[in-house]
């Protein structure tokens, strides 16, 4: 009885340990999204193309982090940096920071494209673009921000996209 239950604890251990290897190895992504661009609050709609090469990783805490490139195609801000590598770890609600952050000719140099909110296998995105301001920097306001969604053919499916990726941000885009 006592080698019956043993055996029984092995063979769950065992499992837990091929899961955990299994959930935590990073997946290779290769995605070419199509989408849509457009304006909280208004304004016109573009389609774009959003696309996507790296590996995306799950702790076995269940945080993620996406090691890779995301270029655009069609957007009204194109990215200087999307052939740079990128490394995104990705917050509790979802959310990670695109961030560029290298050395030009011996200067650092620190570019913010926007928030990206993914679900687990990045076949759904929605990005908070950052819109260069008067003061160069760049700023997003819920009221008026320009948001990337995909994959979607219409303003409708984009913001439906959005607002499921990110309920756990304050509030739904509308």
């Known amino acids: 009885m006592k080698k019956r239950i043993l055996s029984i ?3 769950i251990v065992g499992i837990m340990i091929v899961y955990g290897i299994y959930y935590t190895y990073p997946k290779s992504i290769t995605r070419s999204i199509n989408g849509v661009e457009y304006q909280l609050g208004g304004g016109k709609t573009k389609s774009v193309q959003i696309n996507v090469q790296g590996k995306l990783q799950h702790s076995l805490l269940g945080n993620k982090t996406f090691v890779g490139k995301i270029g655009f195609k069609g957007v009204s801000y194109p990215n200087k940096d999307s052939n740079r590598q990128l490394k995104i770890k ?3 609600n979802g ?3 695109i961030i560029y952050a290298y050395y030009k000719n011996g ?3 620190i570019n913010s494209y926007g928030v990206l909110f993914i679900n687990n296998d990045f076949s759904k995105v929605s990005i908070q673009v950052f819109k260069p301001d008067n003061d160069g920097g760049k700023t997003w306001f819920a009221k ?3 948001i990337i969604s995909g994959p979607a053919k219409s303003i409708d499916k984009a913001l439906e996209i ?3 990726l990110m309920k756990n941000v304050r509030a739904f885009v509308q």
Do not use: I, M, R, Y
Request: charged share 10%.
């Open 107 to 109: 200067t650092p140099v």
């Open 90 to 92: 990705f917050q509790e």
């Open 95 to 97: 959310s990670g920071n």
């Open 144 to 146: 008026n921000g320009l």
């Open 162 to 164: 959005a607002n499921d």
């Open 9 to 11: 604890l092995v063979l």
